[in-house]
Structures are given as C-alpha cells and as structure tokens.
C-alpha cells in the first residue's frame, strides 16, 4: 500500500470535490490478490483457541453481538424481548457480559430505547431504505432523521450500489455524506453490501469510498443477500481501515454480519482481527458481528466453559 | 508382474452419514484392523447430527419408517457373507435380520397398541399419542455383537428417536459394517451415528450432555459406571435405561418395553360436538 501511504492527508480529503480524482484514487488503489487473500484468511482460521483465550475470546464476541433483527414479521413485543436480552444474554449467569448493540428497523427504535435506556447498550437502527437502498435521497435521509430522532446512536446505511457498480462514484460518496450529515451525533455504519459487487477490487474501492465519506464503521451486508460476511472479504476490508489508519490517522471500524452462526466462526474473526489491524480493533468499540442466532451458540458454549457439561439450545430464548 | 498387495480396511466413525476419523486422529487394534478411538468431541458432533436428524425422521410417517428399516433388513441379508467372515454366527446375523424385520412391522402398530382414546367425565375426546423423546444416547451390549446392536438400536429408531451409539469396545467391527448396511438403506444421515472406542471417554460425555433426551445403559458393565452415568443424566432428567443386573436373553421374544421406554406421551382433550 505504498500509494497510498504515501499520500498527504490534505490530498485524500480533497478527493471527493471531483468525480475524476475520487476515480483516478480508488483505481489507482492496489488489486487485491484473490488467491493470496483467500488462502490467508483460510490459514489463520485454522488457528487453535482454547480454554482461558477461548474463554476471553467468547465474552469478548458477546459484547461485540449486535443482536439483529430485520423482519417485516418483527412486533412491538419482539424487539423488546430481544432488548431484554441484550442487556443480560445469559440470565442465569450475572457475569455474562451484555451485547454490543441491538439492531432494528427505524419503526421499532422507539420500544427499544424504551428497555435500552439508561445503559451501555448501544442502539443501532438500519436507515437509507434497507436492504435496496433504492429510494430517493431525500427519503434515504428522511428515513435516517426519523431513526435518529427516535432513540438511535447507530445508524446502518446502504451504499447506492446502482451508482457504485455504474462507476458514479461522487454520487455514492455524496449520499454517505449527506447521511452522515443527517446523522449527527450518531455513529454511521456504511454497508458495502459486498456480496453483490462481485470483485475483492470493489470490496477495497467501496471501502475507501466509505471511508473518505466519513462513514465511522464499514459493514459488509444487509443479510438478505445470498452471499453475506465471508472471512475474505472482511479480510480486505481490515486491511482497508488498517491502510486508511496510517494514511489518514483516523480509525475506523469493521462489522462483518450475516452468516455468522457458531462461535467457532466468530472466534476466527477475531483471530483475523488480531492478525491484520492488532489489538487496537479489538474491542466492541471497533469491531462487531452483525448476527442474531450467534448469540445463542456463544452463551452454550460460555456454558460448556463454567459447567464442563455440552448445553443444549432447549435452555435457551428463541429469538 | 508384481504382486497385488490387499487393501485393508480402517474401521471409521459413523456420524451423520458419514465416515469420518476420530478428530483426535487415534486409532487403536481389533482382529488385526484399525478401528477410530472416538474422542468427547466426537461424541459432540455426533449429538449435534443426531439433533439436526431429529426433525426429518420423526416428522417422517410411521409407514415410511417401517418401510427403512425393512431396507435394511434386505441390506444386511445381503451382506450376510461379510459377517460371517468377521465371527459373527450365521444364525446371529440371521437373527438380527429377523429382529430388523420385526420392528419395521412395530413402526405403524405401536401408536395403535400405546396410544389411543381415554374414556373421561365429560364431554371431550381424549386421545393419547406416543412421541419419540428425541436425541437417545445407547451403549451397546458386547454380545451378541450384531444381534445385541441391532436389539438396541431398531427399538430407539423405529418410533422416531435419533441415537448415539457407543459401540462395545472389544466388538467394534460388527457395528462400523452395519453401519455401512445402514448406510446404504435410505436411513437419512444422522438418525443412527456410531462411536467406537473407549467407553469412559465417550459416554459420560453423553449421559451429561444437555440436549440429549435419553440413555440406554444396557452394555454398561461396571456398576460404578453406570452409577455416575446415572449421576450425570438426572442432571437434565434424561429417561434412563437401566443395565439388567442378570444380563439380556437376546434371542428371546424383545417385548414392547425399549421402544416403549423412549417415548413421550401427548395427551390432548378436544371437546365434543352437541
């Protein structure tokens, strides 16, 4: 990345003023060797962790969860539930650490902040008309107000991934733009949506796009796309905010969702953490696992952990 | 020309409808053959098989069932020649086919003759049906090696129980060859998974495991085993299945009583028309 660290950080804010130097960047940006960002991340997720880093490993994906919920299906009743659950995943265990955020709909923030209130859970809200985010600008902002308004210090945003694929670079960075402008004090999560722009070089471009823009986390997926978080991908995307770190000396965070199920997984994604960006990103802070049913196998295998007995998801909420 | 050289056999795990080594990769002699020494992880992942298998084969028909296990009885009629040759009697494997064949007949029956309508005070129907409890940890008798296995497995499936067997240590050889019978006769993958090894290792693994429903102690010897297994069951009220303190008669009349000790009983109450 010695084009890019090469660069003045004067020069990189300058960028998104004409559509031809944010396009000379990102193409000049250096291709992502497929077959060597594959292997790595398949090597590093054969990595042993056991007993007491397995133990910290677990608490520390817990309190990185953001526990999701995105259906058209979801109640007034259910986000609260799931609220509930956020605060104290493990009820039978007061040592269980609380999630990192729950993840809702703009029209259920508000039973959310209700239960949330008072505590370190953050609320996150998806906005911009997820999952598509085809819609007007204007209604995209709309959308990301109203969540804001209603109690959310998150906010999930899709990229136009029409304009992106299209080339329209600036109007995908103005949209990130105007949204974070819309967001206030509020953090914004950028989705790249990374399984419909095909290629590891759009994965490293969207993710500089992001960056540029503002945006203070970069998020794989919506989850309703057949390809969501794989280890590769996020792969590109740490190295992305590693590189952007040293270019520009502000940090910025990765959230890797869907697809995301066993503990097993999360914990090779915390190695990957570890062995691309440091420990700098490891803390919820930095790092989080968009997913809902992970949650459910960490607190089992937290379980084997204290009790030394296999659980079962019989003695556990279903969401 | 050279001389062929024979390819021998290493007896594997059976999970999930696969073949796979023991994760711990250790092996251990019987009879001169390599066979896996399953490991507690094993033992998980066969659970996890065992769970996942639960939904299809209890939701299955009672007819269909009946119809698989009938399959495997011609599937290990064919093979009769292959446990000969590994010691088992031909009158055994015979018997064992026989026993295949009368729990297949049991799978539509047994609801009939367990379950059926109560006569109550009042005006409702009440009506009781077996239930398969679930997930059923066995450990299998050392003999008779096939027609013990078989007696204790075919009861478990044949009303929708998924198992775990944890085949005897010194007769391992019989259970991974009927694995590949069952293997091969539309069983779907996950409804029997057979661990081989040693039964300290595996079994209180599973007798503490929280979602498995049920353990069947027959070829539990030691009684101090079995004590702690017992121990380690009640932790989540497992359905225990005591070892015969004077030992099985395998080839006599098998009764009702191991299917009927793995079942749930619904009973629902609907009202009457006028």
């Known amino acids: ?319 | 020309m050279s001389e062929r050289v024979a390819v021998r056999k290493t007896y594997k795990l059976f999970i999930g409808g696969k073949f796979p080594r023991s994760e711990s990769g250790r092996s251990y002699l019987v009879q001169d053959s390599n066979v896996s020494l399953a490991s507690r992880k094993d033992a998980r992942d066969a659970v996890v098989a065992a769970r996942a298998a639960v939904k299809g084969w209890a939701g299955a028909t009672a007819y269909n069932r009946g119809q698989i296990l009938y399959r495997v009885a011609e599937m290990l009629e064919g093979r009769r020649e292959q446990f000969v040759a590994l010691g088992v009697p031909a009158d055994e494997v015979d018997a064992a086919t026989d026993r295949w064949v009368w729990y297949a007949g049991w799978s539509d029956k047994l609801p009939q003759v367990y379950g059926g309508a109560n006569p109550v005070a009042g005006p409702y129907f009440n009506l009781s049906a077996p239930e398969p409890t679930g997930v059923v940890a066995v450990v299998a008798p050392e003999a008779p090696a096939l027609l013990g296995l078989v007696s204790v497995i075919a009861p478990a499936i044949v009303t929708g129980n998924t198992v775990v067997v944890a085949a005897s240590p010194a007769a391992p050889l019989a259970a991974v060859t009927l694995a590949e019978v069952l293997a091969t006769s539309d069983l779907p993958g996950g409804v029997v998974n057979i661990l081989t090894g040693r039964l300290p290792e595996t079994v209180p693994t599973l007798a503490a495991h929280m979602d498995v429903n049920a353990i069947d102690l027959t070829g539990v010897t030691d009684p101090e085993l079995a004590a702690d297994l017992e121990v380690k069951a009640a932790e989540n009220l497992k359905r225990v299945l005591r070892p015969a303190p004077q030992g099985h008669d395998w080839s006599a009349d098998p009764g009702l009583g191991r299917m009927t000790s793995l079942l749930e009983t619904k009973t629902v109450w609907h009202p009457k028309g006028v």
């Open chain 1, 1 to 319: 990345m010695t084009a890019t660290a090469t660069s003045a950080r004067s020069d990189l804010s300058e960028l998104g003023r004409s559509e031809t130097a944010l396009r000379t960047f990102l193409h000049g940006l250096p291709g992502v060797d497929q077959v060597g960002a594959e292997q790595r991340a398949a090597q590093l997720g054969t990595r042993s962790i056991k007993t007491t880093a397995k133990a910290e490993a677990i608490d520390l994906a817990i309190r990185m969860v953001d526990l999701t919920t995105l259906e058209g299906a979801d109640t007034p009743g259910k986000v609260r539930a799931l609220a509930a659950k956020a605060l104290r995943p493990d009820p039978a265990d007061p040592s269980c650490p609380h999630v990192g955020a729950v993840c809702v709909y703009p029209a259920m923030v508000p039973y959310v902040a209700e239960v949330l209130r008072g505590s370190a859970v953050h609320l996150a809200s998806v906005a911009t008309s997820f999952p598509s985010g085809q819609a007007p600008l204007e209604i995209k902002l709309a959308d990301t107000r109203a969540a804001v308004e209603a109690g959310a210090d998150e906010i999930d945003m899709v990229i136009n991934r029409g304009a992106f694929l299209a080339g329209r670079y600036s109007e995908v960075y103005d949209e990130i733009v105007a949204t974070k402008h819309a967001c206030g004090d509020a953090h914004l999560k950028v989705i790249l949506e990374t399984g419909e722009l095909a290629t590891y070089d759009n994965v490293r471009r969207a993710s500089w796009l992001a960056m540029l823009a503002g945006g203070d986390f970069i998020k794989t997926s919506t989850g309703k796309v057949p390809v969501a978080a794989t280890l590769p991908v996020t792969l590109v995307m740490l190295e992305a905010v590693r590189d952007f770190r040293a270019a520009t000396g502000r940090q910025v965070g990765v959230k890797p969702a869907g697809g995301i199920k066993t503990t097993k997984d999360a914990i090779k994604y915390l190695v990957m953490v570890n062995e691309t960006v440091g420990p700098d990103w490891l803390h919820p802070d930095w790092f989080r696992f968009g997913a809902s049913s992970l949650l459910n196998d960490l607190l089992m295998q937290r379980t084997k952990l204290t009790t030394g007995v296999y659980a079962g998801p019989d003695y556990f909420t279903l969401d």
